[in-house]
C-alpha cells in the first residue's frame, strides 16, 4: 500500500506488522481442514498527511460480509448498550413517531428492536444475508445491500431522509471510506444527525489491544482522523463521547456541514488528548510494536509452562480479535485444545489459521479446565459473571489483553 485511502498522500510510516494471517472470520469446516487456506500481510501504517492509520485493502467486504458469523444479539451487554443509545438518543434528538432513523450494519437488529418497541420508523441496512434474515424474522425491517451514495440516495427516495442514522462499528470496515460517508450524507435528513460508534485509536495503542487489527478493519480512527473522514462526504464532526466498549471507544456526533455548527468542548478535549499522547505526529507510535511484542511472549510463556506443569487451558469466545492473538502468537490445539462460544453457527468449525475446534459453552463444565483463555476480553465485566462457575473445579480465568492476568472467580 503506498497511497492513503483518505487524502491520498504517499507518506504512509509503518506501526506495527503482524504477518500474515487469514481473514478472521473464516471459520473452517472439518472438510476444510485438508484444504489449502489463504493468507494476507496484516501490517498496520499511518498516514503522515491526515494521521489515518491503515490496512491495505487485500479483501473486500464482500468477501467476509455476505455470510457473516457475527451476531450482535449473543452478548447480552452490547445489546443492553444499544438499548441504552437509543434511549438516550430519543431523548437527545426528540426522536418519536413521526421520526425515521436508519442504521447502517444493523447486523441482527440487535438495535434497531429497541427503536421498533418505541414505535419509530426504522431500516436496517445489512449487507450480510444471513444476519439480516434473522433480523428480518425478529420483526426488524433490514434491506440486504452495502452502503453507497446510490444505496444512500435510493433508500432517501424510497422512504425518505433520516432523521438519524446509526453507524456503529462499520466505519472501520469500508475501504472507501469517502463513498461511505457520501452514502451516510445521503440518507440523512439537511438537519438530521449520524451517530457512530468506532474503537479509538489512542486506547487501541495505550492498552495493547493489537488484536483488533484485522483484515476486516481498514482503518483505525483518532478523532483528528474521523473528522477528516466526515468532512470528506459532507459531514461535520459536532460532538464525540468516550465509551467504554470494545475496550475503549468514540461515539461521534455529525451532521450536513451546511448546518452543523461549531464542534463542542469534548470534540476539542479529546483532540488535545490525543495530541498529548503523540497520535499527531509520527513519534507516538514509535513504540507500540515493542509492546505488542511483549504480550505475545507473556502468553507463549504463560501457554508453555501450563503446559509443562500438566495444567490444561481452555479458550472462551471464538471472535475476530480472538485469531488474531492466536495467529499472531502462533497458539495450535497443543496449547490450545479447544474453546468454546455461544454462536452455534460456529460450532463444529476451526478457528483461521490456528485450526482450533470450537464447542459449545457446556463442554468448559464437562471438560474442567485448570485455566480459561478469555478472547474476547473487551467483555470482561459480563463473562466474569457468566464464567463464575469455573471456580467449582478451582479453575481461573486468563485475560491476555492489555497484559497477562490471571482472575480468581467467586462462584
Known sequence: MTTCRLCGSTSLAGVVDLGATPPCERFLTAEQLAEPEVTYPLHLRVCTGCWLAQIPPLITPEDTFTEYAYYSSYSASWVEHARGFVRDAADRLGLGRGSFVVEVASNDGYLLRHVVERGIRCLGVEPSQNVGRAARESGVPTLTAFLGPETGAAIRAEHGPADLVVANNVYAHIPDVIGFTRGLRALTADDGWVSIEVQHLLTLMERNQYDTIYHEHFQYYTVASARRALA??????????????????????????ETAGEPGERVAALLAEEKAA??????????????????????????????????TVAGYGAPGKGNTLLNHCGVRPDLLPFTVDRNPYKHGRFTPGTRIPILPPERLAEERPDYVLVLPWNLRDELVGQLSYVSEWGGRLVFPIPNLEIVEVNP
Open 232 to 257: 470528506s462526504g459532507g459531514l461535520s464532526l459536532v460532538d464525540v463521547e468516550s465509551l467504554p466498549t470494545h475496550g475503549g471507544s468514540i461515539r461521534l456526533w455529525a451532521r450536513p456541514a
Open 278 to 311: 503523540g497520535l499527531h505526529e509520527l513519534s507516538g507510535y514509535a513504540e507500540f510494536g515493542t509492546r505488542v511484542a511483549r504480550v505475545r511472549r507473556d502468553l507463549l510463556r504463560f501457554l508453555v509452562d501450563a503446559a509443562d506443569r500438566g495444567r
